[in-house]
Nanobody
């Protein structure tokens, strides 16, 4: 079965940086869109950044100019470089992939386990 494994979360000070990684493993034919979401206590899970198979990107207004999403197709990995972090960025971050399994035709949605990012003031 396909798994998305996240890493890179942690505790940083206001203005610090973190780099999140999410790697898809298993029998994968192709990966289409990859995205990062986040969810803070008492709030909904919101889209942070997205990247298509062709490399086109989109960002939430709250992170534009500070976060960068990228992907390495050879490694089935998506990254989120987070700079100038602020306390309001504190949340659990989830990666997402829309992909087709080996031998399949249709794409399905998969989620990572989530990784905690905490930014102290």
């Amino acid at each position: 079965q396909v798994q998305l494994v996240e890493s890179g979360g942690g505790l940083v000070q206001d203005g610090g940086s973190l780099r999140l990684s999410c790697t898809a493993s298993g029998s994968i034919r192709s990966i289409n869109a990859m995205r990062w979401f986040r969810q803070a206590p008492g709030k909904s899970r919101d889209l942070v950044a997205a990247i298509t198979s062709g490399g086109s990107t989109n960002y939430a207004d709250s992170v534009k100019g500070r976060f960068t999403i990228s992907r390495d197709n050879a490694k089935n990995t998506v990254y989120l470089q987070m700079n100038n972090l602020k306390p309001e960025d504190t949340a659990v971050y989830y990666c997402y992939a829309d992909l087709v399994m080996s031998g399949g035709t249709y794409s399905y949605r998969y989620w990572g386990q989530g990784t905690q990012v905490t930014v102290s003031s």
